[in-house]
T-cell receptor
Framework: RKEVEQDPGPFNVPEGATVAFNCTYS??????FFWYRQDCRKEPKLLMS???SGNEDGRFTAQLNRASQYISLLIRDSKLSDSATYLC????????????FGGGTRLMVKP | NAGVTQTPKFQVLKTGQSMTLQCAQD?????MSWYRQDPGMGLRLIHY???????DQGEVPNGYNVSRSTTEDFPLRLLSAAPSQTSVYFC????????????FGPGTRLLVL
């Protein structure tokens, strides 16, 4: 089993739709969680950190479920510019020195 | 600030050749790391450094060496290139630890024939 797993997609949605991605992680001791965004042939960039209480940034909402060991990303009112690959990232190493990336979920927003 | 820079952007090697991928950052970050990204595999950690003079292995270190003589630079050396090392390589840095915001370089696309 991979340490961080994501549905690779692609998720094809129309503009304005709401879409949600889930990511599961295997190490129950993981402490830090993130969503990164990666555009085609570009480097990953931090989208948002995921906090235990859940957090929101504009149209984006991230949630953490420690009991079930998954994190989620909800995108409301999808824009064409949201088309990208979304990477789930978990700090697996308890020393805090290593991040583990999921394989990414590809989102395509259509007009 | 230039952020994280990587050179070269593209490279073609023959099996058995060696080369160094350069990475530099001008943000005075202590933590630097190297990842490789392959289709369907996500980014996998090769080596990382928590400060000048300190390096450690990540998930897939075999075939790669690193050194950290300065805070700014973190080169990745391929000792004897193999086709399995064909990949996109990203360097990243953060202020102190891995769980802080990682700033990635633009990547180096490597093809080993």
């Amino acid at each position: 089993r991979k340490e961080v797993e994501q549905d690779p997609g692609p998720f094809n949605v129309p503009e304005g739709a709401t879409v949600a991605f889930n990511c599961t992680y295997s190490n129950s001791a993981s402490q830090s969680f993130f969503w990164y965004r990666q555009d085609c042939r570009k480097e990953p960039k931090l989208l948002m950190s995921v906090y235990s209480s859940g957090n929101e940034d504009g149209r984006f909402t991230a949630q953490l479920n420690r009991a079930s060991q998954y994190i989620s990303l909800l995108i409301r009112d999808s824009k064409l510019s949201d088309s990208a690959t979304y990477l789930c990232v978990v700090n697996i190493n308890n020393a805090g020195n290593m991040l583990t990336f999921g394989g990414g979920t590809r989102l395509m927003v259509k007009p | 600030n230039a952020g994280v820079t990587q050179t070269p952007k593209f490279q073609v090697l023959k099996t058995g050749q060696s080369m160094t991928l350069q990475c530099a950052q001008d943000m005075n970050h202590e933590y630097m790391s190297w990842y490789r990204q392959d289709p369907g595999m996500g980014l996998r950690l090769i080596h990382y450094s928590v400060g000048a003079g300190i390096t450690d292995q990540g998930e897939v270190p075999n075939g790669y060496n690193v050194s950290r003589s300065t805070t700014e630079d973190f080169p990745l050396r391929l000792l004897s290139a193999a086709p399995s090392q064909t990949s996109v390589y990203f360097c990243a840095s953060s202020y102190a630890q891995a769980q802080e915001t990682q700033y990635f370089g633009p990547g180096t696309r490597l093809l080993v024939l």
